[in-house]
């Protein structure tokens, strides 16, 4: 007797719970789980291919003009020969990677990523978002303000542009990101915030920039390692965002601003969810007057036993996801956590610890 056939729509189903958190930039995608999909028969090929090939990650070295078999230069062969597969593609995500020994011709090198980049572009027709991550790249800065005039000149309808460790002086920053006007989910992580490179105050562009954004934008992260005069700045500038519902941020050690950053939440009338990482322990400050209206509160790093504790144990938070690392904790207070939230608790959650 045949095994009973699943429909259409509970195959999408399934193919598309693999992925369902590719949409944040820091997880991988299960490309061999899908490959594997792809053969378990005919009813599931295309519905397989078709999660297979929404979430494309391209790696981008000066040495790519000389790396035939690399995998972004096949993958960008198939896309070239079977263009139906990039019109699958909603998400690229293209990282810069360091040579391991400098190019022979530098200049040579530069075309080729651009080249390679515009061809990834070109084929996917359909983009809604990119990820460009920077780190630790060798790439010059004019080269990657090429790429991204580039991500504008042929795909101006974004709605998510997340920028990691991209080196742009103020200048070519202030004059690309406007030009994105469908944005809704925006993320910086760039120099640019650096304490040397930055004022912020009320009259700087970049906060008319930033504002020229938020009637569309509802998902926002960024990097905010500054000192604390230059972070309540930011915290004003943030708290523009009206219609944000999700906010990320990565913060330095200032315990002195964490009340500013809570009183510029409270003024997010829309905001969903909160996530906030801290660069080293974070500050002994309570974070019991949070907006009770947030659905999911995350620490992913360096919040203490006792600032946890208070949110865990409010009874307006039931129904809140909260989320938080013990990675720092002592083991008493670990064991003392396991005494307030039983560990299968589905609406308060641990990150496992590192071993």
């Known amino acids: ?94 990282k810069a990677k360091p040579s391991s020994t400098e190019p022979a011709d530098r200049r040579k090198g ?82 640019l915030w650096d304490d040397r490179q930055l ?18 934008l509802t998902s926002l992260e960024l990097h905010l390692d500054l000192s604390p005069p230059r972070l309540r700045a930011a915290f004003s500038l943030v708290s523009q965002f009206y219609n944000l519902r999700h906010l990320r941020l990565h913060l330095g050690k200032s315990p002195e601003v964490a009340a500013d950053l809570v009183a510029a939440l409270h003024r997010l009338n829309h905001l969903a969810t909160f996530t906030c990482t801290f660069t080293h322990t974070g500050p002994e400050f309570s974070f019991a007057t949070l907006p009770f209206s947030l659905r999911r509160i995350d620490f992913p790093y360096g919040l203490p036993f006792v600032a946890i504790l208070e949110l865990v144990l409010q009874p307006e938070r039931e129904n809140c996801l909260i989320l938080w690392s013990e990675e720092d904790w002592g083991s008493m207070e670990r064991k003392m956590m396991e005494r307030f939230v039983a560990a299968g608790d589905v609406l308060r959650r641990r990150y496992p610890l590192d071993e």
């Open 110 to 191: 530069e075309a080729a990523v651009i080249r390679v980049a515009g061809v990834f572009l070109y084929c996917c027709p359909n983009l809604l978002g990119i990820d460009f991550f920077a780190f630790n790249t060798d790439f010059g800065a004019m080269v990657q303000c090429s790429l991204l005039e580039l991500i504008e000149a042929l795909r101006p309808g974004l709605t998510r542009l997340a920028l990691n460790d991209v080196h742009l002086d103020q200048a070519n920053f202030l004059a690309l990101v406007p030009r994105f006007a469908n944005l809704q989910h925006f993320t910086l992580m760039s120099k």
């Open 199 to 216: 004022d912020l105050e009320p009259s700087h562009p970049l906060f008319a920039l930033l504002k020229s954004l938020s009637t569309n």
């Open 1 to 94: 007797m045949a095994p009973p056939s699943l429909s259409d729509d509970v195959v999408a189903c399934i193919l598309a719970a693999l992925s369902e958190k590719v949409e944040d930039s820091y997880i991988e995608p299960p490309y061999g789980t899908l490959l594997a999909c792809t053969l378990v028969s005919k009813a599931w090929h295309p519905l397989a291919i078709h999660q297979l090939y929404a979430h494309l990650e391209v790696e981008l070295c000066l040495h790519i003009a000389v790396e035939p078999l690399s995998d972004s230069l096949s993958l960008e062969r198939t896309l070239l020969m079977r263009p139906a597969l990039g019109a699958h593609t909603r998400t690229l995500r293209m």
